[in-house]
């Protein structure tokens, strides 16, 4: 078979194009590691490496933000030397290795593996996702349907992934659910090196044209040695929580002035568009602070407050708060995207600024709904863990309105050159995000360690009931300045 032109893949008849597909697969054995590995650190850290609950979590924070921001590299290596493509495989490698390294020996290599992955996820999450906005033109109105598809794949991904490896962990071994890792991995790399063909020239590198392959080699070579050198120093500040103040504080303002400079090259249209994109991505970081609180107080609270019940059956409220929202974007996100085709075809659907300020009343929604289980509680501060899952289902509405239309804005509102930046820096506000998530969540947790489960239960909800608020200032300032937000994206839905 011959590789498409480009014109060919993005003139697919149909909702999707077939590529979409090798790349759900692909991304969702890589969410299921991800999102595996995500759901082991706390409970490995605890148990096997001999942490506290304090500094397990702050760990677990740094090690949460430090692969989120590497996306930001990732994203500009691709753009400049290696392209998508092979960007996507180096990241798959790394994480292959990442994985066998703590296989190998968990309690002593844990950290050198966790370096391999952090790396390897910034090489491969942010390039994946600009892959799957290049199958269209830019005008397609189908890309939104495309991309909420893609979310479901990363969905099944985290919804296996989270349930099974640390099962695997903690009645297997260690070394088993990391081995696991590898393998699965090595699924993610072989479903997309068999379609490889299939793209043609999306996510080339982009030296291909301008370059002598042994030039072209020697800049390539050369970024896979250089994410390898930089292992001791991402070693360091992984192991130090102070040092990841410190790069968070410094990392976002330094992009920002990256972006600035990269933006001498584009004219003023190109420009305003992407000020319209760090403006989306600044209200990410919001969304994220206040929905990750789902991996912090949130599991706390499905600890200590919900009743291990769900309609009469007995379950886990921690696996509840794990699963509930995968489950919701499982079985809606397909769905939210052909409604969103549904609602174009008909000329109505609202522009991408209203949907993020949909995305924030919804969060504001369940938020509010979990201020509310403080009325269903008993004296002993157990409530209702049926109030508490109807809240996850009206937030994840909201997660559809703003997380798979941020990934097809990025890749709509950003000149081709700098795309790989652009979708980095969208992670990166998630990065932010779970760093602001972890202050938050420690500002609602009570301090008195002897304070009553009623009290602990007054103290959440009242910051759930905070939160909320703010939700909703959020997504009324954004469908206020959406007319605003609208002149800059010229054009652009
Ligand atoms: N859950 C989504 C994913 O894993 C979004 C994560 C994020 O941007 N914070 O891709």
């Not at 759930?464 to 959406?482: C, D, K, M, R, T």
Request: net charge positive.
């Amino acid at each position: 078979m011959n590789a498409p032109t480009l014109t060919e893949i993005r003139s697919f008849k149909g909702t999707y194009p077939k590529q979409l597909v090798y790349l759900f697969g692909t991304e969702m054995w890589e969410r299921f590691c991800f999102y595996g590995m995500r759901g082991m650190l706390t409970v490995f850290m605890v148990t096997q490496l001999g942490l506290g609950d304090r500094e397990a979590n702050l760990q677990y924070g740094a090690i949460q933000a430090f692969v989120y921001a590497f996306t930001f590299l990732g994203g500009v290596f691709a753009d400049k030397i290696l392209g998508f493509q092979k960007s996507l495989v180096w990241g798959a490698l790394l994480m292959i290795a990442g994985g066998f390294t703590i296989a190998a020996a968990p309690t002593e290599l844990f950290y050198i593996g966790i370096c391999f992955t952090i790396i390897g996820t910034g090489f491969f999450k942010p390039n994946i996702s600009t892959m799957v906005g290049q199958l269209y033109h830019t005008d397609d109105h189908r890309r939104d349907a495309g991309f909420g598809l893609f979310y479901m794949g990363i969905n099944i991904g985290a919804f296996l992934g989270g349930l099974l490896m640390v099962w695997v962990g903690k009645e297997y071994s260690w070394r088993a659910a990391f081995a696991l890792v590898g393998v699965v991995m090595i699924i993610s790399l072989i479903n997309f090196a068999l379609r490889r063909r299939s793209f043609g020239p999306i996510g080339l590198s982009p030296l291909h044209a301008d370059l002598p392959a042994s030039r072209r080699r020697i800049y390539e070579w050369g970024t896979y040695a250089g994410s390898l050198a930089v292992i001791p120093l991402i070693l360091l500040m992984v192991t130090n929580t102070a040092y990841t103040d410190l790069f968070m504080y410094t990392i976002g303002p330094l992009t920002l002035v990256y972006l600035a400079w990269e933006m001498r090259q584009f004219g003023r249209e190109e420009n305003l568009r992407l000020l319209a994109a760090l403006v989306f991505i600044f209200f990410s970081v919001l969304f994220w602070a206040f929905f990750e609180q789902s991996g912090g107080s949130l599991s706390l609270f499905a600890l200590n407050n919900l009743r291990p019940t769900l309609f009469g059956m007995p379950v886990d409220p921690n696996s509840v708060n794990n699963a509930a929202n995968s489950l919701f974007v499982i079985a809606f996100s397909a769905l939210a995207g052909l409604f969103w085709l549904w609602l174009s075809k008909r000329k109505i659907e609202p522009n991408s600024v209203v949907k993020f300020g949909l995305g924030f009343l919804f969060l504001a929604g369940g938020f509010y709904i979990f201020k509310s289980t403080l009325g269903f509680a008993d004296e002993n501060g157990i409530t209702s863990t049926e109030v508490f899952t109807l809240a996850w289902f009206v937030i994840t509405f909201g997660e559809l309105a703003l997380s798979p239309i941020g990934l097809s804005l990025m890749t709509k509102l950003s000149p081709v050159r700098i795309q790989g930046l652009m979708m980095g820096m969208w992670f990166l506000a998630s990065a932010y995000g779970q760093y602001a998530a972890g202050l938050l969540g420690a500002g609602m947790s009570a301090e008195d360690p002897g304070a009553t489960n009623y009290a602990k239960l007054q103290l959440y909800t009242d910051g759930y009931g905070q939160l909320g608020f703010y939700a909703l200032l959020a997504g009324v300032a954004l469908i206020l300045i959406s007319p605003l937000v609208r002149k800059l994206m010229r054009g652009i839905h």
